[in-house]
């Protein structure tokens, strides 16, 4: 795997809508980052015209798809979609947003469909740092108990609404190391911590 690093341990992750946003504040996209991008352009647009200007195939169906009415699906990397904002040919562009996870979906954490989150909106989800304190609740169990578990080598339990850690019941848990949340730049195609977690 190959993915950019884009929040750091005691950050707070969270997705509105495709937009990442770390502390509160709005990520801004590497400019060859790719999303999906829902559009609907002032006139049909021309296939060589779009693979030349905008480097998008629109006969390639895992890049584009033909809606109907000058409306288009079309994966686009930051650069690209810029330059056709600014180009005259738009009549509306936005995102693509997933809420597949509103269900069960066995390729995520189960806390990602038990919070109902999806890949283009989730969160919010702190990032564990080294010495920081956490306070355990049924909630946040489930984010950090593998982290907890796998990647600290503790046994880590929860039972009748009290947590165990190697044997004794406690209130909180102080991480042991930092961790680090990675996200693919291809975002809707990529399989990265929104899936697999904390690295």
Not at 41 to 52: E, P
Not at 90 to 107: E, G, H, I
Not at 149 to 177: A, C, H, I, Q, S
């Amino acid at each position: 795997y190959i993915k950019r690093c884009v929040a750091i341990a005691g950050d707070t992750l969270k997705i509105v809508n495709g937009d990442v946003f770390i502390n509160g504040k709005k990520t801004v996209m590497p400019p060859y980052a790719q999303m999906d991008y829902e559009i609907e352009t002032t006139q049909t647009l021309d296939g060589d015209f779009a693979k030349s200007e905008f480097d998008v195939d629109l006969f390639n169906p895992q890049e584009s798809m033909v809606m109907g009415g000058n409306k288009y699906r079309m994966t686009l990397t930051t650069k690209a979609a810029d330059k056709m904002r600014n180009s005259g040919l738009v009549k509306s562009m936005n995102f693509f947003v997933d809420t597949s996870t509103a269900q069960y979906n066995p390729a995520f954490a189960n806390y990602v469909w038990y919070n109902k989150w999806s890949t283009d909106n989730y969160g919010s989800i702190w990032i564990p740092k080294k010495g920081a304190k956490l306070t355990l609740d049924a909630h946040n169990y489930y984010i950090y108990e593998r982290t907890i578990r796998v990647y600290e080598g503790n046994d880590f339990t929860m039972k009748d609404g009290k947590f165990y850690l190697n044997g004794k019941e406690v209130t909180d848990y102080t991480f042991k190391m930092n961790y680090y949340w990675m996200m693919g730049d291809n975002r809707d195609n990529s399989l990265d911590s929104r899936f697999w977690g904390f690295v």
